[in-house]
């Protein structure tokens, strides 16, 4: 039943989660539902808690994490994920992080890195690939502040300072006149403090792009908060990880309005 939905939404659907992202985002704040891989202990609670998620308002899996993730846990993963009528993306921290089984690609550079790998060698390698597989590409900017994490750890990241609004507003406005759609400011995954509102409104009071915002985000009231500064799209992961039932709440909270 489920599955006869996904494949008459996923033609619908293909080629165009962008505009479906660009256009909802025109009428609300989105929610992305982060899904490590390697944080899923077991099948069981995939289901479960994908279906909350999807219940709840989130408006698209992204599928990602840094470490542990191999090809059949993804694809295990993306299996799931299918049957729901929202977009499955990719969140790849590298080349091991694509499959065909998703709807689109964040096609990412980490553009404060110190190692050209992560701003253009991955790029290089990944997109032959994907090209081959024809999945759709969020052309982004990934951009990591103050704690950086794991992501922020391996990814060298030259971390821009929580307090420094200007690096964050330049650095936005570089990718925008690279032509990248999507800018992502991201604290790093379990980050203790999130990217603090007055970064998100200086960069977009300067830029056009879509606005991702991630990391240590917990609460309602911190992503009601976050998106009312001017954030586009609220990322958890955490969250979902450990306490379903506060993610359910954050995403009424922020979709809802
Ligand atoms: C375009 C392609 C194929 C690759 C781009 C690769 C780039 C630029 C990666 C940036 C650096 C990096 C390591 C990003 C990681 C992004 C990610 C999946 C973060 C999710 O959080 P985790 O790092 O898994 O956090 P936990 O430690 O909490 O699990
Ligand atoms: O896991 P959390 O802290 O919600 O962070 C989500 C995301 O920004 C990580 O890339
Ligand atoms: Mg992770």
């Given at each position: 039943m489920?599955?006869?939905k996904k494949?008459m939404?996923?033609?619908?659907?293909?080629?165009?989660?962008?505009?479906y992202?660009q256009?909802?985002?025109?009428?609300?704040t989105?929610?992305?539902s982060?899904i490590?891989?390697?944080?899923?202990p077991?099948?069981n609670f995939?289901?479960?808690?994908?279906?909350?998620l999807?219940?709840?308002?989130?408006s698209a899996?992204m599928v990602?994490?840094t470490?542990g993730?191999s090809?059949?846990?993804?694809?295990?993963?993306?299996?799931?994920?299918?049957?729901?009528?929202?977009?499955?993306?990719?969140?790849?921290?590298n080349?091991n992080?694509?499959?065909?089984k998703?709807?689109?690609i964040?096609f990412?550079s980490?553009?404060n890195s110190?190692d050209?790998?992560?701003?253009?060698?991955a790029?290089v390698?990944?997109a032959?690939i994907?090209?081959?597989l024809?999945?759709?590409?969020l052309?982004?900017?990934y951009i990591i502040?103050?704690?950086?994490?794991?992501?922020?750890?391996?990814g060298r990241?030259?971390?821009?300072?929580f307090?420094?609004?200007d690096?964050?507003?330049a650095y936005s406005l570089?990718?925008e006149?690279?032509?990248?759609?999507?800018v992502?400011?991201?604290?790093?995954?379990g980050?203790?403090?999130t990217?603090r509102p007055?970064?998100i409104a200086?960069?977009?009071?300067?830029t056009?792009?879509l606005?991702?915002v991630?990391?240590?985000?917990k609460?309602a009231?911190?992503a009601k908060?976050?998106?009312?500064?001017?954030?586009?799209?609220?990322v958890?992961g955490n969250?979902?990880?450990n306490?379903?039932e506060?993610?359910?709440?954050?995403?009424?909270?922020i979709?809802?309005?």
């Amino acid at each position: 039943m489920l599955m006869k939905k996904k494949s008459m939404i996923a033609m619908k659907m293909k080629g165009k989660i962008n505009s479906y992202i660009q256009q909802l985002s025109e009428k609300k704040t989105l929610h992305f539902s982060l899904i490590d891989p390697d944080k899923v202990p077991d099948y069981n609670f995939l289901v479960s808690t994908s279906k909350k998620l999807y219940d709840a308002g989130t408006s698209a899996f992204m599928v990602g994490g840094t470490l542990g993730v191999s090809k059949d846990k993804l694809d295990s993963i993306l299996d799931i994920l299918q049957d729901y009528s929202i977009p499955v993306i990719l969140f790849p921290s590298n080349i091991n992080i694509i499959s065909e089984k998703a709807d689109a690609i964040m096609f990412m550079s980490l553009l404060n890195s110190d190692d050209l790998y992560y701003v253009i060698g991955a790029q290089v390698v990944a997109a032959p690939i994907i090209k081959r597989l024809g999945l759709e590409i969020l052309p982004t900017a990934y951009i990591i502040v103050g704690f950086g994490g794991t992501a922020g750890h391996v990814g060298r990241a030259r971390v821009i300072p929580f307090d420094n609004s200007d690096l964050a507003v330049a650095y936005s406005l570089a990718a925008e006149y690279l032509g990248m759609k999507y800018v992502y400011l991201e604290a790093g995954s379990g980050s203790p403090e999130t990217v603090r509102p007055e970064m998100i409104a200086a960069v977009k009071k300067s830029t056009s792009t879509l606005l991702m915002v991630g990391g240590g985000i917990k609460s309602a009231d911190k992503a009601k908060l976050l998106a009312s500064a001017g954030a586009n799209i609220i990322v958890t992961g955490n969250l979902i990880e450990n306490d379903i039932e506060r993610a359910v709440k954050l995403i009424k909270a922020i979709t809802n309005n």
